[in-house]
Structure formats: C-alpha cells, structure tokens
C-alpha cells in the first residue's frame, strides 16, 4: 500500500497522508505530470483573451461606432440570462457524459472552433444598423459567444476535484491557471495595442482607430481556439486518472430529473457564499476593466503604447500571486485568505484615482505616472489575483462536501458558477459601467481634449463609491462559507472508504474472494 505523508497543524505542503486499510489507492493520489500542468494551465488564455476583449466593447461601440453607452451595457449584462440558464446545463450534461475520452474533454475539444467564430463575429456588426438594432446584434451574438465559451470553461475547471484530492494542491493548479489567463491577457492586450492600434492622422488616439478592431478580433479568434486546443490535447492522457460518469440511464432520470438536480446542489451553503461573493467581485473587476480605458485615456491623458506598458501588470500580478497564494492558504486558511487579499487589494488599487480626486497624485505627462500606476497594479492586483485563486479551490472542496453529503460527483453543476460569475465580469461589469458612465454625465465619440475636468473628476466620484461597495458586500458574504483544511480531510477520507466500500461490493457480486484483492 502507498504511502503519503500527513500534514501536520503548522501548515506542511498539503494534506496528503497515509491510507487507511482498505481504502485503496486513490489515483488522483499520483502527481501530474508537468505538460498536463501546463496545458491546463495554458487554457485559460482562452477565458483571459475573451474576458480582456470584452472589455473593449464598450468603448468600441459606444466611443467608436457611437451607440449610447445604456444600449451598450444592456445589451452585454442580458446575455447573463442566457448564461443562468445554460451554464448549469452545460455543467450538469458534462457531469453525466460518457464517452471514450471521457465526460468533460468532448465539450473542451468540440468548443474550440464556435467560439472562434462567434467571437470574430461580435466585432463585425452588419452596417446601417439603428443603435437599437445594433444592441439586438450586441445581444444575439455575444449570447452565442457566451455559449461557445462556457463550454469549454465550464467542463475545464470542472476537472480540478477529479485531478487531484490535495488541499494545497488545488490551489496550485489554480494558480497556474490564474498565471496564464494573467499573462495572456497582458501579451494579447500589449501587442494589440501596440500593433493594432495605431495612431493616424485621422485618428490621433489609437484604440479609437476602428481599423485596429478588425485585426484585434481576428487575433482573439485564433489566440483562443489555440488555447482551448492545448488544453483539451495536453490533458487527454489524464483521463484514466480522473473519476468518471456513472451510469445514469436509470428509468426515471430524463432531462427534468438532471435540471432538478443543477439546482439542487445551488442550495449548499458553502457554494452560496463563494457563488455572492463571485458574482459581486467579477461584476466589480469587470467595471474595473471597462473604465480603466476611460481613466487611462481621459483622465491620465495616456497613449496606447502606455497603456500597453500597464498591460504589463498583469503578468507581475500573477507572478507575484501564483506561488503567494498557496503559500498564504496554508496559513491563514482559504476563506480568511480570500477575504483580507481582497479588502487589501482594493484599497491599493483604487488609491491612485482618490489620490487624483484631491489632486495629490501625479499629473499628466510626468514621467513617473507610468511606473507608478504599474507599481500599484502590481501589488493591488497580486493581492486580488490571491483571492481569486483561493476562492477557486475552496470551490473545488465543496464538490467533495457535497459528495459526502448525496453520493453524487457534480464537479460540472458547481464550476458551471465558475464560468456564471467570471462571465459577471464581461456583461454585469460592463452594464454598471454603462450606468456609472451615464450617471456621471460622461460624453459619447469624445476626443481627450474636449472632455472637460470636472466630467473627469464625476466619473471618479461616481467609480470609487460603486467598486469599493461591491468588493465589500461581496467579502462579507464570504463569511458564511464553511469548510476548511480539518473538513475537507474528512470529507476526502470518507469519500475514499465509500469507494472502498463499493469495489468491495462489485467484487463481491462477481465472486472474487477477498483475500486475492
């Protein structure tokens, strides 16, 4: 019998330790190889690429194509409908799929070429389009995006609980897949803005050139395909490690019977609060993301190729994040580290804005603007990218939880909240963004200097007070979330003697004497 060592109330690397007698050896138990790591890890580029894209349809359609910014976010925030109703689906059916390669790699592969495709297409509306009609495309196609995306997204996390049992393993395998999303979103971002966005005489401020938007789509398209590939390829060999579909044609158990059981599994308590907490952080980083473009190109007054130098924080972030984050949860737990990470990182991140509110920050073309706002999103950024990632394998132990408690393995249904609430970031994100632009009397196809100081000085007062309450709410439902390292050993030595329990049985139907075994 293998043996495993046990982590001891200091905080050793994780929670492996010795088998009990007849529970049998556990093949998620085994240490994954370094190429399945990373091409899991790869695909989040996909999610990254799409989240970063998204953010820029505001600005597009609204500053570039004109249609007001309400139109704009709306139509964006309705696809989240779409998503409340598909993604649990899509989850609950990779939950039950049986196939040769398994239950979740036929969604990953097969989602590879539709999202490319849609996602070209949200930027290539059809001219002589009313800006309500433009809005009904918005919605139409980037609903289909969402689609293509969650199927993929959704079966890919969904595999972490099946990859390995490790506490502290989890949180690195998210961590590696937080790096990545990180750094392809700065290497797609920085070289778009580098290279797709170009200055003209025409247009003098680079990422309202629309001739950049066509290549930008193009990029994203195939930068995501390729990702989703890697990942669906590089961990195809994982598959006889990874628990797998039991047999549900029983009679009775039709579609009304799984999309009673999706929802079901949205009543633990613990996945509540991760699910409150997500859906306000995302919605917060999405708004973030969206009027960052605004603040960095009105209210630093800076061009595309700076902005591209911030695009930079998102890889010292993740850097910084990535061995911190496993690091931080075995001492202070997942729960507490989620929460003090993003208190910490908002307040970092939105203190060059209320600096610049009182005019006690650095001005417009100083030298030291850029390496300061870099500096900052660095540290507030890393501390944030520590709570996403924990947050993430505290969901991974509610599978387990929730395993224990029914008998049933519904990775799918729980990481399908996953998906939901990165979504929130593109879509409620981006509607807020609408609304707080709105409410700040912000003007529509406006060049930098015609927007006027106190236009600037509105929206940061509006912008700080809506992300800060967001960030805030959201830690405080954190607090009902329950388990931790002691539970989530137990629940991973009851689930291993339960399965014990039922090799015993099937050998026993098929005769096998105990003692051979």
């Given at each position: 019998?293998?043996?495993?060592?046990?982590?001891?109330?200091?905080?050793?690397?994780?929670?492996?330790?010795?088998?009990?007698?007849?529970?049998?050896?556990?093949?998620?138990?085994?240490?994954?190889?370094?190429?399945?790591?990373?091409?899991?890890?790869?695909?989040?580029?996909?999610?990254?690429?799409?989240?970063?894209?998204?953010?820029?349809?505001?600005?597009?359609?609204?500053?570039?194509?004109?249609?007001?910014?309400?139109?704009?976010?709306?139509?964006?925030?309705?696809?989240?409908?779409?998503?409340?109703?598909?993604?649990?689906?899509?989850?609950?059916?990779?939950?039950v799929?049986?196939?040769?390669?398994?239950?979740?790699?036929?969604?990953?592969?097969?989602?590879?070429?539709?999202?490319?495709?849609?996602?070209?297409?949200?930027?290539?509306p059809?001219?002589?389009?009313?800006?309500?009609?433009?809005?009904?495309w918005?919605?139409?196609?980037?609903?289909?995006?969402?689609?293509?995306?969650?199927?993929?997204?959704?079966?890919?996390?969904?595999?972490?609980?099946?990859?390995?049992?490790?506490?502290?393993?989890?949180?690195?395998?998210?961590?590696?897949?937080?790096?990545?999303?990180?750094?392809?979103?700065?290497?797609?971002?920085?070289?778009?803005?580098?290279?797709?966005?170009?200055?003209?005489?025409?247009?003098?401020?680079?990422?309202?050139?629309?001739?950049?938007?066509?290549k930008?789509?193009?990029?994203?398209?195939?930068?995501?395909?390729?990702?989703?590939?890697?990942?669906?390829?590089?961990?195809?060999?994982?598959?006889?490690?990874?628990?797998?579909?039991?047999?549900?044609g029983?009679?009775g158990?039709?579609?009304?019977?799984?999309?009673?059981e999706?929802?079901?599994?949205?009543?633990?308590?613990?996945?509540?609060?991760?699910?409150?907490?997500?859906?306000?952080?995302?919605?917060?980083?999405?708004?973030?993301?969206?009027?960052?473009?605004?603040?960095?190109?009105?209210?630093?007054?800076?061009?595309?190729?700076?902005?591209?130098?911030?695009?930079?924080?998102?890889?010292t972030?993740?850097?910084?994040?990535?061995?911190?984050?496993?690091?931080?949860?075995?001492?202070?737990?997942k729960?507490?580290?989620?929460?003090?990470?993003?208190?910490?990182?908002?307040?970092?991140?939105l203190?060059?804005?209320?600096?610049?509110?009182?005019?006690?920050?650095?001005?417009?073309?100083?030298?030291?603007?850029?390496?300061?706002?870099?500096?900052?999103?660095?540290?507030?950024?890393?501390?944030?990218?520590?709570?996403?990632?924990?947050?993430?394998?505290?969901?991974?132990?509610?599978v387990?939880?929730?395993?224990?408690?029914?008998?049933?393995?519904?990775?799918?249904?729980?990481?399908?909240a996953?998906?939901?609430?990165?979504?929130?970031?593109?879509?409620?994100?981006?509607?807020?963004?609408?609304?707080?632009?709105?409410?700040?009397?912000?003007?529509?196809?406006?060049?930098?200097?015609?927007?006027?100081?106190?236009?600037?000085?509105?929206?940061?007062?509006?912008?700080?007070?809506?992300?800060?309450a967001?960030?805030?709410?959201?830690?405080?439902?954190?607090?009902?979330?329950?388990?931790?390292?002691?539970?989530?050993?137990?629940?991973?030595?009851?689930?291993?003697?339960?399965?014990?329990?039922?090799?015993?049985?099937?050998?026993?139907?098929?005769?096998?004497?105990?003692?051979?075994?």
């Amino acid at each position: 019998m293998a043996r495993f060592r046990e982590a001891s109330g200091s905080g050793v690397d994780d929670d492996r330790r010795t088998q009990k007698a007849g529970a049998g050896t556990d093949p998620r138990d085994a240490p994954i190889p370094l190429l399945a790591q990373f091409s899991y890890g790869f695909g989040s580029v996909s999610t990254a690429v799409k989240n970063a894209a998204f953010a820029y349809l505001l600005l597009y359609y609204n500053q570039v194509v004109g249609i007001p910014a309400t139109i704009v976010s709306t139509a964006i925030a309705a696809t989240l409908f779409v998503d409340a109703l598909v993604d649990p689906l899509i989850g609950r059916w990779s939950d039950v799929t049986r196939s040769r390669i398994g239950r979740r790699h036929p969604f990953i592969l097969g989602s590879a070429i539709p999202t490319a495709v849609f996602f070209l297409l949200i930027w290539l509306p059809p001219e002589g389009l009313s800006p309500l009609q433009t809005g009904l495309w918005i919605f139409a196609v980037a609903s289909i995006t969402r689609v293509a995306v969650s199927a993929y997204d959704v079966p890919s996390t969904a595999m972490v609980p099946e990859l390995t049992t490790d506490y502290g393993g989890r949180t690195r395998l998210f961590s590696l897949r937080f790096w990545f999303g990180y750094v392809g979103t700065f290497i797609f971002v920085a070289l778009s803005l580098t290279f797709f966005f170009v200055a003209t005489p025409e247009h003098p401020v680079g990422q309202l050139n629309p001739d950049g938007y066509v290549k930008f789509a193009i990029a994203g398209a195939v930068v995501m395909a390729v990702a989703i590939f890697v990942c669906g390829f590089g961990t195809l060999g994982q598959v006889p490690r990874m628990q797998q579909a039991e047999d549900n044609g029983r009679p009775g158990e039709g579609w009304m019977f799984h999309v009673r059981e999706t929802f079901v599994a949205f009543r633990h308590r613990g996945f509540l609060a991760i699910f409150g907490f997500g859906v306000l952080k995302f919605t917060a980083i999405g708004l973030a993301t969206a009027t960052a473009l605004y603040f960095n190109t009105y209210v630093f007054d800076l061009s595309a190729k700076q902005i591209a130098v911030l695009a930079l924080e998102a890889v010292t972030a993740a850097t910084l994040a990535a061995p911190l984050a496993p690091k931080f949860s075995r001492r202070l737990g997942k729960k507490r580290t989620a929460m003090l990470m993003a208190f910490g990182g908002i307040v970092i991140t939105l203190s060059p804005l209320v600096l610049t509110y009182f005019d006690l920050f650095l001005r417009p073309g100083d030298s030291l603007l850029v390496p300061a706002l870099l500096l900052v999103g660095t540290f507030g950024g890393g501390m944030i990218a520590i709570s996403l990632i924990n947050t993430s394998s505290m969901l991974a132990d509610v599978v387990d939880d929730y395993a224990v408690r029914t008998g049933r393995h519904a990775s799918g249904v729980f990481f399908s909240a996953s998906s939901f609430m990165q979504q929130c970031s593109a879509a409620l994100g981006v509607f807020v963004a609408g609304l707080v632009l709105s409410a700040s009397g912000f003007p529509e196809k406006a060049e930098p200097s015609q927007v006027s100081r106190a236009a600037e000085l509105s929206l940061i007062a509006h912008y700080v007070p809506t992300v800060l309450a967001l960030w805030l709410v959201g830690v405080l439902i954190l607090l009902f979330y329950d388990i931790d390292q002691v539970r989530h050993r137990s629940n991973v030595d009851r689930l291993r003697a339960l399965a014990a329990e039922k090799r015993a049985r099937e050998e026993e139907n098929l005769g096998l004497d105990p003692a051979t075994r």
